[in-house]
C-alpha cells in the first residue's frame, strides 16, 4: 500500500449476528497491502458477543456511544463512550451492552487476517 489506499463504509463489509454487527472497514482483503484490521461492531442492548480469542493479534476497543461490561479474561470492566481497553493476543474477552441504546464500538487489531477462536458458551445465553 506506498500510495495510500483509502476506504469508506462504501467499501465496507458487513455481517449480521443475533447480537448487532461488525463491519470490516479494513483488513487484508478489503485494502490491498494493509497491515492491522479495523472495524465497528454494534451490539444490540441486553445482548453480547460469543467469547473469543484472537491468537495472532491484539485487539484494541474504543467505546464510541453506549456503555458495557468488558470482560477480557477473568476480569469485568465497564466502559462508556470514550474508554477502551487493548486486549492482550490470546486473551479470551467479550463485550456486554449493558445499557439501553445500540453500543457502538471500534475495534482494531493488530493483523490484517485476524483468527478468531470461540470460547465458552455462545453470546445469548448471557442475556
Known amino acids: 500500500m506506498s ?11 458487513s455481517v449480521n449476528a443475533s447480537w448487532g454487527s461488525l463491519t470490516w472497514l479494513v483488513n487484508a482483503e478489503l485494502v490491498s497491502g494493509a497491515e492491522q ?6 451490539i444490540q442492548p441486553g445482548h ?3 467469547a473469543h480469542r484472537h491468537p495472532n493479534c491484539e485487539e484494541v476497543i474504543y467505546v464510541m456511544s453506549g456503555q458495557c ?6 476480569s469485568i470492566r465497564p466502559l462508556t463512550a470514550g474508554e477502551g481497553v487493548v486486549i492482550p493476543r490470546g486473551v479470551p474477552h467479550s463485550s456486554i451492552n ?10 482494531s487489531y493488530s493483523s490484517p487476517n485476524r483468527v478468531v477462536e470461540p470460547v465458552g458458551v455462545p453470546a445469548d445465553v448471557h442475556t
Open 37 to 42: 484490521t479495523i472495524g465497528v461492531v454494534t
Open 69 to 74: 461490561d468488558q470482560r477480557v479474561g477473568d
Open 98 to 107: 449493558t445499557g439501553d441504546e445500540v453500543l457502538n464500538v471500534l475495534v
Open 3 to 13: 500510495k495510500g489506499e483509502t476506504f469508506s463504509r462504501d467499501t465496507a463489509h
Open 48 to 50: 453480547s458477543n460469543d
